[in-house]
């Protein structure tokens, strides 16, 4: 069963660790089929030399196990949240890489300085409040997804031109049309974050000044949209 997404999914969870994003075991990437509606994803706690193509899970978007003899990711209900309300995203990736997690950590939003970001992310990549008590002892991972839609929902961000989320206290989720496209924008969301934090040492300016608008649009539309000529035809 969907053994081509199971092969994307394995793919997708292998390069968090060539790309330096996760710490032992803490991160993982799933896919969607949309078309039957089913989720593949890393299993829990298996470390990622040991991970085959057989190992990945398949589960319904209500969570439950259509196939696969080992334990989904414990933030499995996160990744179903995001499908549920993302209609168009096609792969999800957490991982507690550093910098990016600091500003989890911080609960602070990474604002715009440069090209770089602009190039991935139209505006500030925000970070979600904080959850309730109740909320963390009852479906915290699910309520945690929600946490994340609720935050693009009332500031009316796109999910699509910003594809990440800070998760308050905890660390980044990122999604894309494929699994590999989600461990890009995390590859990516971590640079940024890293570049934005030597910023802020060299000038204090920085903290609160984000880029020119002008620059944003520039750098992001020449990239994404109709009108997009960054690359070849």
Same mark, same amino acid.
């Given at each position: 069963?969907?053994?081509?997404?199971?092969?994307? %999914?394995?793919?997708?969870?292998?390069?968090?660790?060539?790309?330096?994003?996760? @710490?032992?075991?803490? &991160?993982?990437?799933?896919?969607?089929?949309?078309?039957?509606?089913?989720?593949? @994803?890393?299993?829990? &706690? %298996?470390?990622?030399?040991?991970?085959?193509?057989?190992?990945? %899970? %398949?589960?319904?978007?209500?969570?439950?196990?259509?196939?696969?003899?080992? /334990?989904?990711?414990?933030?499995?209900?996160?990744? *179903?949240?995001?499908?549920? #309300?993302?209609?168009? *995203?096609? $792969?999800?990736?957490? #991982?507690?890489?550093?910098?990016?997690?600091?500003?989890?950590?911080?609960?602070?939003?990474? *604002?715009?300085? $440069?090209?770089?970001? #602009?190039?991935?992310?139209?505006?500030? @990549?925000?970070?979600? /409040?904080?959850?309730?008590?109740?909320?963390?002892?009852?479906?915290?991972?699910?309520?945690?997804?929600?946490?994340?839609?609720?935050?693009?929902?009332?500031?009316?961000?796109?999910? +699509?031109?910003?594809?990440? #989320?800070?998760?308050?206290?905890?660390?980044?989720?990122?999604?894309?049309?494929?699994?590999?496209?989600?461990?890009?924008?995390?590859?990516?969301?971590? +640079?940024?974050?890293?570049?934005?934090? @030597?910023?802020?040492?060299?000038?204090? +300016?920085?903290?609160?000044?984000?880029?020119?608008?002008?620059?944003?649009?520039?750098?992001?539309? /020449?990239?994404?949209? +109709?009108?997009?000529?960054?690359?070849?035809?």
């Amino acid at each position: 069963m969907l053994e081509k997404l199971k092969k994307d %999914v394995l793919n997708a969870n292998l390069m968090l660790v060539k790309y330096g994003l996760v @710490i032992l075991t803490w &991160g993982n990437v799933s896919g969607i089929d949309r078309e039957s509606g089913l989720v593949v @994803i890393k299993p829990s &706690g %298996v470390d990622y030399s040991e991970l085959r193509p057989e190992d990945m %899970v %398949v589960v319904d978007l209500n969570g439950k196990t259509v196939e696969g003899t080992l /334990r989904p990711s414990s933030d499995t209900p996160t990744h *179903i949240e995001l499908y549920k #309300a993302f209609p168009d *995203i096609g $792969g999800v990736a957490h #991982a507690h890489s550093t910098y990016a997690t600091a500003f989890s950590q911080a609960m602070k939003s990474i *604002i715009p300085l $440069g090209t770089t970001h #602009a190039d991935c992310f139209y505006g500030q @990549i925000p970070v979600t /409040r904080k959850l309730t008590q109740n909320e963390i002892d009852t479906e915290y991972e699910k309520n945690t997804g929600i946490a994340i839609v609720d935050t693009f929902e009332k500031d009316h961000l796109s999910y +699509k031109a910003c594809p990440a #989320a800070l998760v308050a206290m905890h660390a980044p989720f990122t999604w894309g049309d494929s699994p590999e496209k989600a461990v890009e924008n995390a590859y990516i969301l971590e +640079k940024v974050a890293e570049m934005n934090v @030597i910023s802020f040492c060299i000038s204090e +300016k920085t903290r609160s000044d984000p880029m020119d608008k002008a620059l944003i649009d520039k750098h992001y539309f /020449r990239k994404h949209g +109709k009108n997009a000529y960054y690359g070849q035809k």
